[in-house]
Structures are given as structure tokens and as C-alpha cells.
């Protein structure tokens, strides 16, 4: 049997963009991979978990070491600063 960190860089490798997995048993094994390949990181729900509107039953496991991050992260905070810019400003109106 192939060892799941071996098999999570096998399947890895060939992501164009994003990749779906049926299940993947070894969730340390396959962080790994995903840092290792420099990728983004992952988006994970339970094995019985299900999808639906308004309902969040998924968590996502970001890899630090992914190259955009910073640039994402001051995206965000651009973001929240012209919320707060903007609900500051309808309150002097």
C-alpha cells in the first residue's frame, strides 16, 4: 500500500488550479504535500458532511508559506478599513 504523504504528492502534481478529492484519510500527510507543492492550502468537511445553502459545514486549513499570502492579507484589511470608512460616514449623514 502507497503511504498517503506519497499519495497526496502523486495526486497533488497534477492540480491545474484546484483539485477535488473523494476522501483522504491521512489530513497531516496531505497538508504536507500541499506545503511542500506550494499551494494555497485546503478545504475540508466531515466524510458525511453535506453542502447547503447558509450552512458553513466546511473549515479551510491555509498554508502560511503560500506566496500570496501577504498580498491577501492586506487585501483584507483594505477591505474592513473601507467598511469601517464607509459605516463611519453613513453615520454622519
Known amino acids: 500500500m502507497e503511504p498517503a504523504a506519497d499519495a497526496a504528492r502523486r495526486d497533488l502534481g497534477r492540480a491545474a488550479c484546484a ?30 458532511g453535506t453542502y447547503g445553502p447558509g450552512f458553513r459545514g466546511w473549515t479551510k486549513i491555509k498554508n502560511a508559506a503560500y506566496w500570496r499570502r501577504d498580498m491577501e492579507i492586506a487585501s483584507m484589511r483594505r477591505s474592513r478599513e473601507r467598511g469601517r470608512s464607509k459605516s463611519v460616514n453613513a453615520a454622519r449623514v
Open 19 to 48: 483539485w477535488l478529492a473523494d476522501v483522504f484519510d491521512d489530513g497531516h500527510a496531505l497538508f504536507e504535500a500541499v506545503v511542500e507543492y506550494g499551494l494555497e492550502g485546503i478545504v475540508a468537511k466531515r466524510r458525511n
